[in-house]
């Protein structure tokens, strides 16, 4: 689960995912376990974060899942990744996957990044 936010009835769960919810309902075990599990995967120190977040969201591209796309771009600008780092790590799929899961899934990219971005001026970026 994630920390409360804004808008958000105090005291009730906020997932980070939107099948969170649907999964702890008729699985809590299972959410519970699977959100460890990914802060597990969230804590390894190497590669660095910031390579961390493109390898994920190059991964969300190969898949066209443009909401996991959006939500590593942004987390990759929160930690430095320029938009050109983004693009760039989008481009190196093409080879394999073909250019069409990039054009996709850019839009998604660019939301994300731009995201990032902006909780960095606002302060509120990743550590």
């Known amino acids: ?10 005291g009730e769960p906020v997932w980070t ?16 376990a699977q959100s460890s599990w990914l802060a597990q995967i969230d804590s390894l120190r190497a590669p660095d974060r ?11 591209v190969i898949l066209r899942n443009a909401v996991g796309v959006t939500r590593h771009a942004m ?12 693009v760039g790590s989008m481009v190196l799929t093409e080879p394999a996957f ?11 990219a660019r939301r994300g990044w ?12 990743a550590e």
């Open 98 to 108: 073909g250019i069409l899961p990039v054009v996709e899934m850019l839009p998604a």
């Open 75 to 86: 987390l990759a600008a929160e930690v430095g990744a320029s938009w050109e780092d983004v």
């Open 50 to 60: 910031r390579t961390h977040e493109l390898i994920r969201m190059v991964c969300s």
């Open 114 to 125: 731009e995201r990032g971005t902006e909780m960095i001026e606002e302060g509120d970026g």
């Open 1 to 10: 689960m994630s920390e409360q936010v804004d808008g958000e009835a105090e």
């Open 17 to 32: 995912f939107p099948f969170e919810a649907d999964l702890h309902a008729v699985a809590p075990g299972l959410q519970e």
